[in-house]
């Protein structure tokens, strides 16, 4: 069994880490162990912030909270919920998918900068993210940022933590922004598009004044694996309104009649609307249960159907597109096809593809991460030294290694 | 007014200038290099008037390769680079060293691609905010954040210095509209961050480039995100007889979870000096000021404003004042943004750009008539409230050294408030040289040490704009 290490307290971190950067003994950085996936390295410990736990400040009328790295995301939604308020970004619940169990935290949801259906407006994780605490990799405590929206005083390391996948820091502390849990919501459904029809509906739908907070096409091969079946039949591109009640009435009705050229219209009420949503966020028609390839690939909105067609001309692939196409949750039928994959994404005009699950041996012999070029790579090690020069804390985003 | 000091220029470079000069201009196309005394005068300062050096050379490339070229050579030799967009920064990050060659970005100001169907547009470091607002709202978009300077400043200062402006209380500064770079490092290596998908992998560098004042390389394209605009928008006046009771109001507004896309306030001296200057209507008989901008269909505008209008009225609100058409919401518009410019008319000022918790607004504003009072002094606050981003206006006589320090360290106190009650000291203008002292009042030195060496990693030798955002002491060897 590879050694766990809990510090209670930044503190006890920070000792720890300066202890180990002494005798170099590496680490992989833990939240609430959500990832049953890439494995640990030989030789490292892991190092969990789960001992960091609690709200340390919940201010609603300001619109921000500070917590603690290792407080479970659950217990933060729920203190929320009780002032109606919520994070913008819709953290990603990726536990079905990846048959993996544990607690996800508050600091592993902004490390892996996990953002659902709402990004396509209101941002990414990284957006909502003010401030950080974190023991960077010599064991010095570090802050960056801060607790109000706009701060541009010195560089925003902030970002930089943001999705760094356990690569830098130990993040011990993050401050983020808040936003009321809208009044009322709605979906509008236009049923039995092709993918490229689909991608032509959302592209106009967000041309509209009418503040659409997400778009997704499901085609009709997870169509019915959403809501229990009650979508209408046929692939069903999906548009979602969030606001003041009156608003939602009059924006949905402007929706509608621009829509009804491009299919039959219909509309889900907020209860449907909120289930859709959270099963769209979480990828859920790929909770199957099975190990069988699953990507997470994000490119320019428009390239989203014409990737995964480029792809179904070479191999098996099931797939549905969430952030008005630029998003594609990719399933293979067996192989990862990691090579095919990034040669169509490059084809499309570039984005990145990350691969979520497969079986062990497969995800130890496939990037999961995207690779980047030469250039990118070297920035990238230097940026990994100026927080961690022993290369102490070990990720697979950089490849495992320094 | 001269406290704050530049690093002292390396003679290595100075002795070499005729040879750099003669060497920079075989690297450009004609025209591309300004190099004579006189011609260099319109770059040695920026909005931050009060300093100003001449720098060694300007270099105004055509293209990346060139920008590039430039870099390479001024690496290799070791010498300073300033990078440039329309010199509009109001904290000096712009202002060039005796030892510096200037990389000025104002030959590359083409818009590239707009893209309606992925709602992008990749342009030219050099091209104006305001131009790419313009190019797409025929079609019914438009480019989010707007500062005040949207005129003139440029894409590449905008990403230089993360800026925001009166709309980005709904729609994010900068940083939340950018979704790639073309970025040519110090050694002249030229990288590509992001495009058009929403998220890059890897680690996020275009988010530390974005604030990066020119410390991280030069930013030659952008791809940013456009959104359509919405179906109509309408600014609202609510007068206050104090400047507590609006900040309050704000506070309890954005408390009551309702976000318009702008919350704006102005005290009185500001409103007598953008009254005067745009004849926009402002109420004349209140303290403070609040223009709010609500957006939508007008059903969408009636519920917002009822619901703020209730707030108001509990802040014992005096005057509340639609704007009854098209050309009187430009109108009030045009008084906001041209504050800056219209107090300039009147007075020397300097801007502060301290970011404080909504709930501290009124007290800061308190504190802050008491610290320029202390001095002798008078202020015009005219700000982002919704987002706590408070701008003080300094009036001041630049002709009189002692008035000019005395506004100086006025400016100092404020902004030591703003982080001693949970804020921050620049929320919109960056560091540059103005607020380059005060960084440790508001990090430690691990905060700094792990900032700078970040820095580092993109440039080891501290060649682009070096005398800016770290303390010039306590710097790594
Ligand atoms: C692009 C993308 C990639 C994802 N990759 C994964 C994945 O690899 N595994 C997975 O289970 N889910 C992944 N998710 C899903 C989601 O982010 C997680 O389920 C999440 O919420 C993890 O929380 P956790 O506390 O369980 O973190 P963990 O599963 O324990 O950790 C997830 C990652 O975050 C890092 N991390 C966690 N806590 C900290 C901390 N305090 N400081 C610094 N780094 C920390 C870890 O080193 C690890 O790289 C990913 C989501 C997205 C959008
Ligand atoms: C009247 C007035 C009103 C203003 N209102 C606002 C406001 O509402 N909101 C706001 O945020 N700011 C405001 N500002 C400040 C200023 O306009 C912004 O900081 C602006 O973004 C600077 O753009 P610029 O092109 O003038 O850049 P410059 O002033 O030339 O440069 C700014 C910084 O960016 C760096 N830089 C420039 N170009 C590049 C590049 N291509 N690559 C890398 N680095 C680069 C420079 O080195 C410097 O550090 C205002 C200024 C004035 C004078």
Known sequence: MTPIHEPL????????????????????????????????????????????????????????????????LEVVEAALAEKRQMLAFEPNDLRGVLGSSGIPTIGGVFATNASGPRRLTAGAARD???????????????????????????????????????????????????????????????????????????ATAMSLPVEVSGAAHLPESVRGRFIGGALPPGAATVLRLEGLSASVTVRSEKLVSAMGRFGAVSRLEAEGTKRLWREIRDAAPYADGTPRPLWRVSVAPIAGQQLVAALRLETGVDAFYDWQGGLVWLRMESDPEAALLRRYV????????????????????????????????????????????????????????? | MDQIGFLEPRTSVLSRRREIVADLVDLLPEGCLVHEPRELVPFETDAFVSYRRLPLAVALPETTQQVAAVLKYCHRYGVPVVPRGAGTSLSGGAIPQEDAVVVGLSKMSRILDVDFANRTATVQAGVTNLAISEAVSADGYFYAPDPSSQLACTIGGNIGMNSGGAHCLKYGVTTNNLLGVKLVLVDGTILDLGGKALDAGGLDLLGVICGGEGQLGIVTEATVRLIARPEGARPVLFGFDSSEEAGACVADVIAAGIIPVAIEFMDKPAIEICEAFAHAGYPMDVEALLIVEVEGSEAEMEAMLASIIAIAGRHGVKVVKESQSATEA????????????????????????????????????????????????????????????????????????????????????????????????????????????????????????????VRAAFDAQWLLNPSKVFPLEGRPA
């Open chain 1, 128 to 202: 909502s993210l003010l401030g950080v605490r974190f023991v960077n990799g010599k064991g010095e405590i570090v802050k960056a940022g801060g607790r109000v929206m706009k701060n541009v005083t010195g560089l925003d390391l902030v970002k930089l933590l943001a999705g760094s996948h356990g690569s830098l820091a130990l993040l011990t502390e993050v401050t983020f922004r808040l936003l009321p849990v809208p009044e009322t919501s709605a979906t509008i459904v236009v049923s039995d598009l092709n993918d490229a029809e689909a991608a032509a509906a959302m």
């Open chain 2, 330 to 453: 430009a109108l009030i518009w045009k008084g906001r943004k041209s504050a800056f410019g219209a107090t300039g008319r009147i007075a020397d000022y300097i801007c502060m750009d301290g970011t404080v918790p909504l709930g501290q607004l009124p007290a800061v504003l308190r504190g802050t008539a008491e610290i320029v009072e202390k001095y002798g002094l008078r202020v015009a606050n005219v700000f982002h409230a919704g987002d706590g981003n408070m701008h003080p206006l300094i009036l001041f006589n630049a002709n009189d050294p002692e008035d000019a320090a005395k506004a100086e360290a006025a400016g100092n106190e404020i902004l030591k408030l703003c982080v001693d009650v949970g804020g921050c000291l620049t929320g919109e203008h960056g560091v540059g040289i103005e607020k380059r002292d005060l960084m440790r009042h508001q990090y430690s030195d691990a905060d700094l040490a792990q900032q700078m060496a």
């Open chain 1, 9 to 72: 307290s930044e503190d006890a971190a920070s000792r720890l880490v300066q202890v180990a950067s002494l005798s170099k003994s590496p680490f992989v950085i833990r939240g609430g162990g959500t990832r049953s996936l890439h494995g640990t390295p030989d030789g490292a410990d892991v190092l969990s912030a789960r001992g960091l736990n609690g709200i340390v400040a919940y201010n609603p009328a300001e619109m921000t909270m500070t917590a603690r790295a290792g407080t479970p």
């Open chain 1, 346 to 402: 490059k084809a499309v005009g570039g984005g990145h593809a990350t691969l979520l699950r497969a079986r062990p041996e497969v995800l130890a012999a496939t990037q999961a991460f995207q690779p980047q070029t030469e250039a990118i790579l070297a920035l990238q090690s230097r940026v990994k030294a100026s927080f961690d020069p022993s290369g102490l804390f070990k990720s697979p985003m950089l490849g495992w290694e320094g």
